[in-house]
């Protein structure tokens, strides 16, 4: 256990508990399918009643390995010390990833739970919602949905854009990158003669793509209102291949969800490769490495975005100056979102970012002891 810092605030325990709830069908990227959707929510409770609480992450193959980490190995280092000293104690967490023969990105997943929940405790400590406390920018975002799951049925698009639209929801982040780009370009151009000209389409590859495959679907779309594609290129050539994209296309790129620190950012900037960053908080060292990546990229004057996430994102891309869109799912895909969270307020194709302090979230108790995986 650590010990007792000079301040009377003092980490007393974690709790962690693993939630999964079955989908009602399979859905179908690039090269992965989803049939279930998880989350952790993870818990760090405080001598000063003060408690930080935040749920993070869709990992159902290893959000026990997360979990055990965090109890087994994160808890007893960070117990007994000021929860407020939130770059001192990442730092003690992170020597964890010095083990070689272990997955690092699993520990890093872990230590971007514990970093959310404090980074909660400081909100509600200093009474003010995060974005503020980081140096607000935007009280409320366009929100769009991750979709455009491939199916037998092209019809299905229209249905699925009817749904957001009746939702409130002002875009989509369509799925490329396994069929031919003729192929996704026909599902594309459809999504957008559907939706209309006002309506956000992104096409996100998934890493699906050969440069000359990324570059073949960008020409063929160009004409119709692409915001930008998303992880075009297969990972193993990724640095120059989006570079290539971006200079002989002119459409934008994202990318860096697939990243676990700054310094893989870092890469992404000094080789040109990205117009947009998303990186992930949930996958790459929670807000605290988040904000260091966001000031690289305002260095550059590149976008900041965030791989879906909602309940850590708005606060995060809040807070910056050139952000992008909030990502959610469709209902059907993201249950948890839709039934977890309380007090989202979404209309007019916005989010409202929340003004409670901390994360500002209230989270739904029955939902959590309906789908709480038994340990």
Not at 46 to 61: H, L, V
Not at 228 to 255: C, F, H, M, N
Not at 314 to 329: D, H, R, W
Request: aromatic share 8%; with cysteine; glycine share 8%.
């Amino acid at each position: 256990m650590g010990s007792k810092t000079q301040s009377t605030m003092i980490i007393n325990d974690i709790k962690v508990t693993a939630l999964e709830v079955p989908l009602n069908k399979t859905y179908k990227g690039s090269y992965y399918s989803m049939t279930k959707r998880a989350t952790l929510i993870t818990e760090i409770s405080t001598d000063d009643g003060i408690n930080g609480i935040i749920y993070n992450g869709d990992e159902p193959e290893e959000q026990l390995e997360i979990r055990n980490i965090i109890l087994n190995e994160i808890s007893p280092i960070i117990k007994g010390l000021n929860p407020l000293n939130v770059e001192m104690i990442w730092e003690k967490c992170f020597y964890l990833t010095k083990n070689i023969l272990r997955n690092r990105s699993t520990v890093i997943k872990a230590i971007s739970c514990v970093d959310s929940a404090l980074w909660d405790i400081v909100g509600k400590k200093a009474n003010m919602p995060l974005r503020q406390l980081w140096g607000s920018y935007h009280d409320e975002l366009p929100i769009i949905a991750i979709g455009g799951y491939y199916s037998k049925n092209l019809n299905d698009l229209n249905s699925e854009i009817e749904d957001y639209q009746k939702l409130g929801i002002s875009g989509c982040k369509m799925k490329i990158g396994s069929a031919s780009p003729e192929e996704d370009a026909k599902r594309f151009i459809q999504m957008r003669k559907f939706a209309g000209e006002k309506f956000i389409l992104i096409a996100d590859a998934n890493q699906g793509y050969g440069e000359q495959e990324a570059i073949e679907f960008c020409n063929l779309v160009r004409d119709y209102q692409i915001d930008w594609i998303e992880e075009p290129i297969e990972w193993i050539i990724d640095r120059q291949s989006l570079k290539s994209i971006r200079y002989k296309t002119g459409i934008a790129v994202a990318a860096g969800q697939s990243e676990i620190s700054r310094q893989g950012i870092l890469d992404l900037i000094n080789n040109e490769s990205i117009d947009i960053c998303n990186f992930d908080a949930s996958w790459g060292g929670g807000p605290t490495e988040w904000l260091k990546v966001a000031g690289l990229c305002e260095s550059n004057s590149i976008h900041m975005a965030h791989h879906e996430e909602p309940q850590i994102s708005a606060q995060l891309l809040g807070s910056v100056n050139k952000a992008k869109y909030i990502e959610c799912f469709h209902p059907d895909r993201d249950p948890i979102f839709w039934n977890l969270l309380e007090n989202k307020k979404i209309a007019n194709g916005k989010y409202k970012i929340p003004n409670l302090p901390g994360w500002g979230i209230t989270l739904n108790n029955d939902f959590i002891n309906k789908y709480k995986v038994t340990v």
